[in-house]
């Protein structure tokens, strides 16, 4: 079993920044690939950007330039650097980690508003 837990959402104005991370606990040393996830209200959970044990990374062409995932595989931490934001980032962000099954944590409300 694996438990994630997000930090660092909020309401952010146009153009402003935010950091979310995630860390995990429990079957951690068997995670391959850590990432988030988005849901916007009454659409589909979407990738945002995931990245695996070697530091191969893939993004959304919706947020490629303006996110950044990094992580830090002896904490099982993972980041994402939000910049230049927009109001269509506005959603629920979901870490997801990948360990034989998926595991999801409990999800960070972002707000993109002025």
């Known amino acids: 079993q694996v438990q994630l837990v997000e930090s660092g959402g909020g309401l952010v104005q146009p153009g402003g920044s935010l950091r979310l991370s995630c860390a995990a606990s429990?079957?951690?040393?068997?995670?391959?690939?850590m990432g988030w996830y988005r849901q916007a209200p009454g659409k589909q959970r979407e990738l945002v950007a995931r990245?695996?044990?070697?530091?191969?990374?893939n993004y959304a062409d919706s947020v490629k330039g303006r996110f950044t995932i990094s992580g830090d595989n002896a904490k099982r931490t993972v980041y994402l650097q939000m910049n230049s934001l927009k109001p269509e980032d506005t959603a629920v962000y979901y870490c997801?980690?990948?360990?034989?099954?998926?595991?999801w944590g409990q999800g960070t409300q972002v707000t993109v508003s002025s």
């Open positions: 429990g079957s951690i040393a068997s995670i391959n690939v």
């Open positions: 997801n980690a990948f360990s034989g099954m998926a595991y």
């Open positions: 990245i695996n044990n070697g530091g191969l990374t």
